[in-house]
């Protein structure tokens, strides 16, 4: 077995599906297996799995037991040479898998690596390379402090788009060995949610395990699904930043005082903002649609204003009809455009002030987020 991909689910359906359906197009040439730990979702995520994908392995929860435990729980029954710690609402492309094993495999001493990550605008996600949170580099981001040491926390000596070493990665999209992962007993199930995966690409260093970002890919995470901005998941993160500096970093009664009340402080003005009323979503009026199928095309012309092209391998004519129908929203049809191509346009169309959708094959709906703080967006399609 080549590989497992360990995706630990919490209500997340759509994005769910969206993400296997990634995943399985992305693994044509390799053998794999997908494991789906359920953390005791209410919606129809389990029926789905069951249902749909019967080959997948599901693990049910009858509890949400975390992040941390939920993935040990996935990776104690994988087969594959590697494991790939993988978020739900994550796309990858094609031949994200054939690359990054291929460069996993050209390292002798390979820790975690992970990749480019994008949000759901197209826009780079700076966590997805990170230095180590020491106190220091901690408190100058707390602090919003300029200095050198700053530049540590996401691991600015390697730009977005260059491969190299770096000590964390983010745990949306991690792959490594699995006697790597078992040998430093996996993630830390003192961490229920955040904080896990700088723990876990830590442990792997003092190993003496060498972390790698690759750029070469590029793979979209939504983050909004997984990460939701209210209080408390603002509490997880504020539990999981004590653990972490409990743990490695405890030196001396005023230093600990210092970075508990920089926590404390951040906490507050992060409590504080998640209480202001939030920007109401943008609506989509002109749509772009860049695909092939009819119920699509007809539920959209009913809708929207729809502007339907097969201009996906034109950026500058797709640019021109943005400006010129006064396009706010592109519809891509993963039935007929590739992952990897959608994934490309999201970049190049970043900074044109629309949003993107995705029709992922075999569905009855579209799916996208206007940006990495807020929810994602899910539109059923229905033909009357």
Excluded at 161 to 173: K, M, R, S
Excluded at 190 to 197: K, L, N, R, S, V
Excluded at 235 to 262: C, E, R, S, T
Aim: net charge neutral; proline share 2%; glycine share 6%.
């Amino acid at each position: 077995m080549d590989l497992s991909v360990i995706i630990v689910s919490y209500n997340v359906q759509y994005f769910l599906e969206q993400c296997i359906l990634s995943v399985q197009a992305a693994s044509q040439n390799l053998k794999i297996e997908i494991i789906v730990v359920d953390n005791n979702s209410t919606d129809a995520s389990c029926k789905l799995i069951s249902e749909k994908y019967p080959e997948i392995i599901l693990i049910q929860n009858k509890e949400n037991v975390g992040f941390s435990k939920a993935n040990n729980q996935g990776v104690k029954i994988a087969n594959g040479k590697y494991v790939l710690i993988l978020n739900p609402d994550t796309v990858v492309a094609e031949d994200t898998f054939d690359q990054i094993l291929a460069f996993a495999k050209s390292k002798q001493n390979l820790g975690v690596l992970g990749v480019k990550l994008i949000d759901g605008s197209g826009n780079f996600l700076p966590e997805s390379k990170r230095g180590i949170p020491t106190p220091q580099v901690s408190f100058s981001k707390l602090f919003g402090i300029s200095s050198k040491s700053t530049g540590k926390y996401y691991a600015t000596h390697l730009n977005e788009n260059e491969t190299g070493i770096v000590n964390i990665l983010v745990g949306a999209f991690m792959l490594l060995k699995r006697t790597v992962y078992n040998e430093v007993n996996g993630f830390d199930e003192a961490y229920f949610m955040y904080g896990e995966d700088i723990d876990l690409s830590y442990k792997i260093l003092n190993r003496g395990y060498q972390n790698y970002y690759y750029s070469n890919t590029q793979v979209i995470h939504y983050k909004g699904e997984s990460t939701q901005k209210d209080v408390k998941n603002l509490v997880y993160f504020h539990n999981a930043m004590k653990i972490f500096y409990k743990k490695h970093f405890k030196l001396n009664w005023i230093y600990d005082f210092i970075m508990g009340f920089g926590i404390q402080f951040w906490f507050l003005l992060k409590f504080f903002k998640f209480l202001r009323p939030k920007n109401s979503l943008k609506l989509s009026l002109n749509i772009l649609y860049l695909g092939k199928d009819e119920l699509v095309n007809n539920y959209l012309g009913k809708k929207y204003l729809l502007v339907n092209e097969n201009l996906i391998d034109d950026f500058d004519q797709i640019r021109s009809l943005i400006k010129k129908d006064s396009i706010d929203t592109i519809v891509f049809d993963n039935s007929s455009i590739s992952n990897k191509k959608i994934i490309e346009h999201f970049q190049e169309f970043k900074n044109e002030g629309v949003s993107f959708k995705i029709h992922p094959r075999h569905t009855n709906f579209l799916i996208g987020s206007i940006n990495s703080i807020n929810l994602g967006q899910v539109e059923l399609i229905e033909n009357n």
